[in-house]
């Protein structure tokens, strides 16, 4: 995949994804007992890219849990895409597919246990979310990218004591942004954590959102937070969510 050279030895420029593929399985193996115990596991890495992740989920799954796995990972960089199928193709991985597309329009008809996103950028994280409530995945856990949108829309005199500095007012909306999306998997029954990835020195893209599905979405506990989500939505921007 490039990460390493023949002898094992990661490339410099690779140090960091390497930890951050680490320390995601380290992140998985915790909630692996969230998972069925038997049957395939069914495995989505939605934004998917040059899929270091997803050969290295499949891996941990398949050989070394000795699972029977069946993965797909979604992208839209055709190049990448073949590049990846290819190279499950010659690692034996079959369980391991790859598909050309957008994530918004990917369906699946068998029950996922397990969506990943590592660093969909901007909103494309909010489509991994979207996308895995949808499947009723059993397990969530997304590592966000960089934010904008709310950046955009914040309107919230409250909280312009810190939005008028520009360097602030994008912590802000990163939190707050990470936080919507927490709630949001609330309110369809997911409970919640907000994790830190690795060392917040090497990348600011440090959070991994995971939300491990508990309830449905009509139980008192989500519809209290859907209550909690239009509140600080609406707060946040100034405009209605019933419009
Ligand atoms: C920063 S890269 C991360 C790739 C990979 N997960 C990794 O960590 O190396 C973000 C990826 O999201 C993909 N992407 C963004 N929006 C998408 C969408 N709507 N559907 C499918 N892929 C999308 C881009 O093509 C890109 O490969």
Redesign the pocket.
Known sequence: MGVSDKNGRVYDKKQAKFRQINRFLELISDIEDKLPENGTLRICDL????S??SFAVYHYFSVIKKRSVKMTG????ED?IGYCSETADKLGFDGLEFIWG???LYETDEPVNLVLS????DT?TD?VLEKAVSFRADVIMSTP?CHHELNRILKCPELSFISEYSMLRQKLCDAATDALRLKYLEANGYDTAAIELIDPDQTPKNILLRGVRRRTKDSPESQKAAGEYKIAYEFLTGKSLDN
């Open positions: 934004c998917c890219g040059k270091y992740l979604v992208d839209l960089k990448v957008d994530i918004g590592l660093h969909a950028c494309a489509r990218c």
